[in-house]
């Protein structure tokens, strides 16, 4: 659209066709006041702060052109009264008066009114020192009320709204901005007004009360202290905190988050912008999941079994024996009997170091960053070929963006993800939901397809087909980049749209829907959970076909967007922290132990030591916890005495995210930063400051030859599209020394390909946003709402398809669904935001949104069991047998047990695989 130019105060501006009046204002240094408006919301015009005087341009009613003064410049008719700025779009030609005597009256007033009923809270309200009402009030308002004080209007003060927020209806003054960010934003309905006049409230609309994931985010916007966070309430003022940008460690999108501290005390943890990864949101698991940290149960000393208990030692004697048993152990066995499991939790630096640990020192490949349970899936490299292309933005993305979510349930997987997804289908996307099962997100779709359990593969199948059926590939890019287009046809044949609908219980139109969405856009992202990666290989490659088909893989806003487990899980694949690749995905000779098959070979005697960091495979399932008591040496670096620490030979306790610097890799495979904010508690540890003095104290005991080996650097030529591999120690004299994680950072950027040029002064080499503080005037808008990101926006490391050189191979592997018999339920995992796991636990506002452990049930299943709500049940498959009690549940399809995936249900006595078949039988 055709830019538009109006004048503001004189001052002549250009701006793009659309723009409010209040934007075009601020981008020309003026500030109109505003309190309901927002700029991620849709305008309304309620507090009528922003009366300005508009005009434009007389219009001749012969030559329909504007009038033309003795000036020579246009006639400007002034409108009779003054206008509303927010819901103003400006318009060419137009003038627009903020500065006179009309308007400062009318601001006036409108403070007076607003001042009315507003309690005298300042000394003690949550707000004071950020708050807009504050400000506007110094900068506008007037010096004397002329109320009297009797009249005002008095609520019981302030009435929880939920665990987490507490309301103080006397401080409101109606804006509606909680009401518009749950309607709008989160797609929440759960707030709205009641009553009228002076009794007009906010009232929370759902049961539970105020029942979202995102509530915390209508306190930041919240332009006076009506909204508190209970957590922070009466906890400090804001002028007594130190902010410290850090990046939060709950889940895999990575929010960009601030660390409130107080000395050494985390008051609150508040959204820092960056419109790339988190704009200015953040769920409440993030922002109110930070009392671990805290907790007194932390680990805070190192721990040796000695006659049968865990005693405290000292670092140098824990480390010292932990080596000398490890080389004793390497040099006693022939093989490699040693092996690490390292949670996707770590950072980039910890898992960088272990796993050069074990390869260059212990010359081991026994990895992994799973637990081995039995319902994990394999790894997933699709995101290294295939990922979200460098550059990408979902905040931008409108119009001409098709979006398929498979296999994901966003809001409990990566919650942030869902404000950017409704984002894309509000400016015009397409927004394809396709799962086993309903989840919230298809009330945002286009498009819905409900497939049955253990078809997802044969769903993509059908989507393809209908594609080259339509021959709606892309024949371009097909004919230059894609190989082996003729034996996808080929191997597709039996999968045509007909016999996969009526197989999966979708319909061949939704089917055939799905297909022209995604080949008729100009963008095409697949974000897919944790349930499609389950699904296996078959699923994984029929994305990758699908991607490479239409083309939409190589640039920015394409490609594939993986949810995995956590925060890191990236960052764990990309460091080589698995058996069968290297740092980078570089190929290896041999591949090693698998997590499940360590937890085997512990109990055959093939495995004989394991070092486990920030994870906990004996909690995970039974046969962990028994196989672990079987090994000659278990090491056990962690936060928290868990069950898996409590059968270790040594306990090392490990710092929190909040305790050391560092990086994390997100879903999009961009790199950022996160600042150490406090002291360690006690004498826990940064984890990679303990494998640097561990490999210090291991390579004292490698035969010489094996020194030279580490002290020297050693280079393969790569396969074409393939990183470098690279072999090398810390430069100088002592190998392993490592002065901070800048220092073990500095070898990852020289070491692993991917990672070639993401050094720190990259990831914060741009701002953080649109809307941070350092814009002007933007404390009249949005004080109290995020902190400016001073960190940068971190950086994306390039997926293979950006290379534009590079042919890939289609391929196809034929899926084997295991469906459950007419007698028989599928067990389904759903995953949970609030899973009341280790980290969790600590934070007590956020555990009355656990769910209690249940079995979900139709409507349809329950009354053939004879099963109503609160019955218990028994559920029994080939691995063995659980007891819950029952929930009839609409929203699960027949032939489904729905189990909420909480740390509190013991799953693994169940589950034998992905997909598990299970009977289901009322207790008595």
């Not at 659309?18 to 109109?32: S, Y």
């Not at 400006?90 to 007076?112: D, H, P, Q």
């Not at 092996?339 to 960088?352: H, Q, T």
């Not at 305790?659 to 600042?675: I, K, P, W």
Request: with cysteine; charged share 20%.
């Amino acid at each position: 659209m055709p830019d538009v130019t109006l004048t503001i105060d004189g001052k002549e501006i250009t701006v793009p066709q659309g723009t409010g009046t209040v934007e075009a204002a601020r981008a020309a240094g003026i500030e109109i006041p505003v309190f309901c408006h927002h700029p991620k919301l849709q305008p309304v015009g309620m507090c009528r702060m922003c009366l300005v005087e508009v005009g434009t341009p007389k219009m001749d009613p012969a030559t329909k052109k504007p009038m033309i003064g003795e000036d020579g410049k246009p006639v400007i008719a002034m409108m009779p009264n003054l206008q509303v700025a927010c819901t103003n779009p400006v318009s060419n030609g137009m003038v627009v008066k903020t500065n006179t005597a009309e308007v400062e009256f009318a601001r006036k007033g409108v403070l007076e009114f607003l001042l009315t009923s507003h309690p005298l809270d300042c000394p003690v309200c949550i707000k004071g020192g950020e708050c807009p009402l504050q400000n506007l009030t110094m900068g506008y308002g007037p010096g004397v009320s002329r109320f009297d004080y009797a009249d005002k209007v008095h609520f019981q003060k302030p009435i929880s709204l939920s665990p987490l927020i507490d309301l103080d209806r006397e401080r409101c003054i109606l804006c509606s901005r909680c009401v518009r960010f749950e309607d709008e934003i989160a797609g929440d309905a759960v707030l709205g007004f009641a009553n009228r006049g002076r009794g007009w409230m906010i009232q929370s609309k759902s049961n539970p009360s105020f029942n979202s994931k995102f509530s915390g985010n209508t306190v930041d916007i919240c332009p006076v202290g009506a909204l508190m966070s209970h957590d922070f309430r009466f906890a400090g003022r804001v002028w007594e905190v130190k902010p410290v940008p850090s990046i939060c460690p709950h889940c895999p999108v990575g929010c960009n988050v601030t660390l409130d501290m107080r000395y050494r005390d985390i008051k609150r943890v508040q959204p820092r912008e960056n419109d790339w990864v988190n704009e200015i949101w953040l769920c409440d698991r993030g922002r109110y999941g930070y009392h671990f940290v805290d907790s007194p149960k932390r680990l805070t000393k190192p721990l040796v079994r000695r006659n049968g208990v865990l005693v405290e030692t000292t670092w140098a004697a824990a480390l010292e024996e932990i080596a000398q048993r490890l080389a004793g152990i390497n040099r006693g066995y022939p093989g490699t009997v040693v092996g690490g499991i390292a949670s996707g939790r770590l950072a980039n630096e910890d898992l960088y170091l272990f796993q050069k640990l074990f390869r260059d020192l212990l010359k081991s490949s026994n990895l992994d960053c799973r637990t081995g349970a039995p319902e994990e899936a394999e790894h997933d490299d699709l995101a290294y070929a295939f990922g979200l292309g460098s550059g990408s933005d979902l905040s931008k993305l409108g119009k001409g963006t098709s979006v398929l979510v498979l296999g994901a349930d966003p809001e409990e997987e990566a919650p942030v993800y869902v404000l950017r997804l409704r984002g894309i289908k509000r400016r015009g996307g397409e927004l394809i939901v396709a799962n086993g099962r309903a989840t919230k997100l298809d009330a945002s779709a286009t498009h819905t397809a409900r497939f049955r359990y253990g078809f997802e593969a044969l769903f993509m199948f059908g989507v393809l087909s209908a594609l080259l059926e339509a021959g709606a590939e892309n024949k371009t890019f097909s004919g230059e980049r894609v190989k082996n287009l003729g034996m996808l046809r080929q191997a597709l044949e039996p999968y045509n749209v007909g016999a996969v609908a009526q197989q999966i219980g979708v319909s061949e139109e939704t089917i055939r829907g799905v297909a022209t969405s995604v080949a008729g856009a100009e963008n095409l992202i697949v974000m897919y959970g944790r349930e499609a990666i389950a699904a296996g290989t078959p699923l994984l490659q029929a994305i990758g076909n699908l991607l490479l088909v239409t083309g939409h893989v190589g640039k920015a806003n394409n490609g594939a967007l993986p949810l995995l487990r956590y925060n890191n899980s990236r960052g764990a694949l990309d460091m080589g922290v698995r058996p069968d690749k290297g740092p980078g995905y570089t190929p290896l000779p041999q591949a090693g132990m698998t997590a499940r098959e360590m937890i085997a070979g512990a109990v055959s005697g093939k495995l004989r030591a394991l070092y486990l960091v920030g994870s906990d495979p004996a909690a995970a399932y039974p046969q962990a916890a028994a196989a672990l008591g079987k090994l000659d040496l278990l090491i056990v670096q962690e936060l928290f005495m868990t069950a898996s620490a409590e059968q270790a030979h040594f306990v090392l306790p490990a710092a929190s995210f909040a305790e050391r610097d560092g990086t994390y890799t997100n879903s999009e495979r961009r790199v950022q930063r996160f600042r150490q904010a406090r002291d360690a508690v006690g004498e826990s540890r940064p984890d990679w400051q303990i494998f640097a003095t561990l490999g210090r104290e291991l390579a004292k005991l490698l035969p010489q030859e094996q020194m030279t080996q580490v002290g020297k650097a050693s280079a393969k030529p790569a396969a074409k599209g393939q990183a470098k591999v690279v072999t090398q120690a810390a430069p100088g004299p002592r190998p392993w020394v490592y002065r901070s994680s800048d220092d073990v950072h500095a070898e990852i950027i020289q070491n692993v390909g991917i990672y070639a040029g993401l050094s720190y002064s990259a990831l914060r080499g741009q701002a953080g946003g649109v809307w941070g503080r350092q814009a002007t005037h933007d404390a009249i808008f949005y004080d109290g709402t995020s902190y400016a990101n001073t960190e940068g926006v971190g950086a994306q490391w390039p997926a293979l398809a950006e290379q534009s050189r590079l042919a890939f191979d289609l391929v196809f592997s034929k899926p084997t669904p295991v469906v459950a018999d007419g007698q028989q339920f599928t067990l389904v995992a759903a995953a949970r935001l609030y899973d009341d796991g280790t980290l969790m636990q600590p934070s007590e506002l956020l555990r009355f949104w656990v769910a209690q452990p249940y079995v979900g049930l139709s409507q349809p299943d329950a009354q053939r069991l004879g099963v109503e709500s609160g019955d218990k049940v028994r559920l029994t498959s080939q691995a063995g047998q659980l007891e819950l009690f029952a929930r009839v549940d609409r929203e699960v399809g027949v032939g489904i047990a729905l189990v909420p995936d909480l740390e509190t249900i013991p799953l693994a006595a169940v589950q034998t695989g992905v997909v598990t078949p299970v009977r289901i039988e009322k207790v008595a």
